[in-house]
C-alpha cells in the first residue's frame, strides 16, 4: 500500500513525498488507519519495521487539522533511552516540514543549558514532546508543566521501559494526563507486565502484532556448546586469532557485563561497558569513544540491542543466550547492516540449550555449533532435552492482525532544514 492510498493531509503527503516514501511498511499499514480513527493501540513490532512514522503521522495529521489547544502540549511520546528520543526527534524534524507543528526533546544529561532550553519549550507549549521518563519527572515535579491538555499519549519500545524499571516513572507520569485520550503503545514483545500496563492506561485498544523478521541471510550465525567457565577462554581464543575489530558482546544483566568487562580488561583487550548504571554523560561518551574506534569491543546489556544506529559492526556475540527469539533477532541484527557482512556467535551453557533450542525452532535452521578449543578442555553435548532452563519463549503468531515486516519501505531520506526554527532551538 502506498502512503497516498490512506487518508492523511496534503501536508503530511508532502513531507512523505519530499523524503522519498512511497509505500507503507506492514506496521504503518496496519497501524496508522487505526490511530486516525481515534483507537488506543498496542502494536507489537521489532525495531527497523517503521513504527515511529507509524505513530508519527497520524498524530502530525491529526495536529495538522487544527482544532488543538495553542500553545498546550498536545502530544507525549516517551522513550526508554536518549539515544531513541534523539532518532524520534529527528523523524518529527522532518515529517513536520511543511506544517506548523513545533516538538521539543527531553531527555537525561547534567547540561543545565539543556534543562533550561527544554523547560522554556514545554512552558511555550510544544506541540509534541519526546521525553525520557526520569527527564519528563524532572520537569513535572518543578511544578510548571501542564499535561491537562495532552490529546495523543505514545509509549515507544515499552517493553524496553519496563526492563529498564520505569513502569512507576510511567504510572506517575499518567497521573499529570487527562483521561479522555489517545494512548498508543509500541512494544517489541508482549510479556505479562506489558499486558498489565496496557489493561491500565489503554482504553479498548486495537492490537497489532507483527511476526519477528528473521535475520538477515548475509549474517553468518555460529554457536559455542560449553561450560560457563569455559566462556571467557573462547573470547580468549577467538581475539587470539583475529584481533578485535568493531565488537558487540552481549551480556543478560548489567552485573554480568561489569564482570565480563572487568575479565577482558585483564587480557588487555581494548574494551567499554553500556548498562543502565552508567550515568548519561559516560554513555554518550561510551557511545563516541566506540563509533569512533578508540574501543574495539562494547559489552553491553540490551539497552544497545534496539534504537541505535552503527553500521560497521563486524562481530557480535551473545555471552549470554538470549531470554527470547525476539532479543535473538535485535541483538544480531546490529551486524551486517547497510549492505555489509557480519558474524553472530552465541555461548551456548548446559543451562542455556534449551533456550537455544527455540531460537534454532523459531529460525527454523540448526545453526552451526563450532567446537570449544582443545585447551579449554572437554565440552558438554548438545542435548537440549535435558538441560535444566526447561522454558521456551516463543512469539505469539495467532492474532489476527498478524502480517510479516518486510523492509520499511523509504529510499534516500535527504537532509532538509525547517523554514521556522522549533520552539526547542
Same mark, same amino acid.
Not at 489503554?202 to 556448546?225: F, H
Not at 548489567?254 to 559516560?282: C, I, P, W, Y
Given at each position: 500500500?502506498?502512503?497516498?492510498?490512506?487518508?492523511?493531509?496534503?501536508?503530511?503527503?508532502?513531507?512523505?513525498?519530499?523524503?522519498?516514501?512511497? *509505500? #507503507?511498511?506492514?506496521?504503518?499499514?496496519?497501524?496508522?488507519?487505526?490511530?486516525?480513527?481515534?483507537?488506543?493501540?498496542?502494536?507489537?513490532?521489532?525495531?527497523?519495521?517503521?513504527?515511529?512514522?507509524?505513530?508519527?503521522?497520524?498524530?502530525?495529521?491529526?495536529?495538522?487539522?487544527?482544532?488543538?489547544?495553542?500553545?498546550?502540549?498536545? #502530544?507525549?511520546?516517551?522513550?526508554?533511552?536518549?539515544?531513541?528520543?534523539?532518532?524520534?526527534?529527528?523523524?518529527?524534524?522532518?515529517?513536520?516540514?511543511?506544517?506548523?507543528?513545533?516538538?521539543?526533546?527531553?531527555?537525561?544529561?547534567?547540561?543545565?543549558?539543556?534543562?533550561? =532550553? *527544554?523547560?522554556?519549550?514545554?512552558?511555550?507549549?510544544?506541540?509534541?514532546?519526546?521525553?525520557?521518563?526520569?527527564?519528563?519527572?524532572?520537569?513535572?515535579?518543578?511544578?510548571?508543566?501542564?499535561?491537562?491538555?495532552?490529546?495523543?499519549?505514545?509509549?515507544?519500545?515499552?517493553?524496553?521501559?519496563?526492563?529498564?524499571?520505569?513502569?512507576?516513572?510511567?504510572? =506517575?507520569?499518567?497521573?499529570?494526563?487527562?483521561?479522555?485520550?489517545?494512548?498508543?503503545?509500541?512494544?517489541?514483545?508482549?510479556?505479562?507486565?506489558? =499486558?498489565?500496563?496496557?489493561?491500565?492506561?489503554?482504553?479498548?485498544?486495537?492490537?497489532?502484532?507483527?511476526?519477528?523478521?528473521?535475520?538477515?541471510?548475509?549474517?553468518? =550465525?555460529?554457536?559455542?556448546? #560449553?561450560?560457563?567457565?569455559?566462556?571467557?577462554?573462547?573470547?580468549?581464543?577467538?581475539?587470539?586469532?583475529?584481533?578485535?575489530?568493531?565488537?558487540?558482546?552481549?551480556?543478560?544483566?548489567?552485573?554480568?557485563?561489569?564482570?565480563?568487562?572487568?575479565?577482558?580488561?585483564?587480557?588487555?583487550?581494548?574494551?567499554?561497558?553500556?548498562?543502565?548504571?552508567?550515568?548519561?554523560?559516560?554513555?554518550?561518551?561510551?557511545?563516541?569513544?566506540?563509533?569512533?574506534?578508540?574501543?574495539?569491543?562494547?559489552?553491553?546489556?540490551?539497552?544497545?540491542?534496539?534504537?541505535?544506529?552503527?553500521?560497521?559492526?563486524?562481530?557480535?556475540?551473545?555471552?549470554?543466550?538470549?531470554?527470547?527469539?525476539?532479543?535473538?533477532?535485535?541483538?544480531?541484527?546490529?551486524?551486517?547492516?547497510?549492505?555489509?557482512?557480519? #558474524?553472530?556467535?552465541?555461548?551456548?551453557?548446559?543451562? *542455556?540449550?534449551?533456550?537455544?533450542?527455540?531460537?534454532?525452532?523459531?529460525?527454523?535452521?540448526?545453526?552451526?555449533?563450532?567446537?570449544?578449543?582443545?585447551?579449554?578442555?572437554?565440552a558438554p553435548e548438545y542435548n537440549p532435552k535435558s538441560a535444566s532452563d526447561g522454558k521456551r519463549k516463543f512469539h505469539d503468531k495467532g492474532n489476527r492482525n498478524h502480517v510479516k515486516g518486510n523492509g520499511n519501505g523509504r529510499r534516500n531520506h535527504p537532509k532538509r532544514r525547517r523554514n521556522e526554527p522549533r520552539k526547542s532551538e
Amino acid at each position: 500500500m502506498n502512503f497516498s492510498e490512506l487518508n492523511l493531509e496534503e501536508s503530511v503527503l508532502q513531507a512523505l513525498d519530499a523524503m522519498n516514501f512511497v *509505500e #507503507c511498511t506492514p506496521v504503518q499499514e496496519h497501524t496508522i488507519p487505526v490511530i486516525l480513527e481515534g483507537r488506543d493501540l498496542i502494536g507489537v513490532a521489532q525495531t527497523g519495521t517503521g513504527k515511529t512514522a507509524a505513530y508519527l503521522l497520524p498524530v502530525l495529521n491529526q495536529l495538522s487539522k487544527g482544532g488543538y489547544p495553542a500553545d498546550a502540549i498536545n #502530544c507525549i511520546i516517551m522513550s526508554p533511552t536518549r539515544e531513541l528520543a534523539q532518532q524520534i526527534d529527528q523523524q518529527m524534524e522532518g515529517f513536520s516540514y511543511f506544517m506548523p507543528a513545533s516538538s521539543v526533546a527531553v531527555y537525561g544529561g547534567n547540561d543545565g543549558i539543556r534543562f533550561e =532550553q *527544554e523547560k522554556r519549550g514545554m512552558t511555550l507549549g510544544a506541540d509534541v514532546v519526546i521525553a525520557t521518563p526520569g527527564r519528563l519527572i524532572s520537569h513535572l515535579s518543578l511544578g510548571y508543566v501542564d499535561l491537562s491538555k495532552v490529546s495523543f499519549f505514545i509509549l515507544d519500545e515499552a517493553d524496553r521501559m519496563l526492563d529498564m524499571g520505569f513502569y512507576d516513572d510511567i504510572m =506517575q507520569i499518567v497521573k499529570y494526563l487527562p483521561k479522555e485520550r489517545q494512548t498508543i503503545m509500541f512494544s517489541a514483545t508482549m510479556p505479562a507486565k506489558i =499486558q498489565q500496563l496496557a489493561n491500565t492506561i489503554l482504553n479498548n485498544p486495537v492490537e497489532v502484532k507483527l511476526a519477528v523478521s528473521k535475520p538477515a541471510d548475509k549474517i553468518i =550465525q555460529t554457536a559455542y556448546v #560449553c561450560y560457563e567457565n569455559q566462556k571467557l577462554g573462547i573470547v580468549r581464543s577467538l581475539f587470539s586469532e583475529h584481533p578485535a575489530e568493531r565488537v558487540i558482546i552481549f551480556a543478560s544483566s548489567k552485573l554480568k557485563v561489569k564482570e565480563v568487562t572487568q575479565a577482558f580488561r585483564r587480557m588487555n583487550l581494548n574494551v567499554g561497558e553500556m548498562h543502565s548504571d552508567l550515568e548519561q554523560s559516560q554513555r554518550d561518551q561510551m557511545m563516541h569513544e566506540f563509533k569512533s574506534g578508540r574501543i574495539n569491543i562494547l559489552v553491553a546489556t540490551d539497552i544497545v540491542s534496539r534504537g541505535i544506529d552503527i553500521d560497521d559492526i563486524r562481530l557480535v556475540i551473545n555471552y549470554d543466550v538470549p531470554n527470547d527469539c525476539e532479543d535473538y533477532v535485535h541483538r544480531i541484527g546490529r551486524t551486517a547492516r547497510a549492505n555489509n557482512d557480519g #558474524c553472530a556467535i552465541t555461548f551456548v551453557s548446559e543451562k *542455556e540449550q534449551t533456550r537455544f533450542k527455540a531460537i534454532e525452532d523459531f529460525l527454523e535452521k540448526t545453526i552451526y555449533k563450532i567446537p570449544v578449543p582443545e585447551v579449554l578442555g572437554e565440552a558438554p553435548e548438545y542435548n537440549p532435552k535435558s538441560a535444566s532452563d526447561g522454558k521456551r519463549k516463543f512469539h505469539d503468531k495467532g492474532n489476527r492482525n498478524h502480517v510479516k515486516g518486510n523492509g520499511n519501505g523509504r529510499r534516500n531520506h535527504p537532509k532538509r532544514r525547517r523554514n521556522e526554527p522549533r520552539k526547542s532551538e
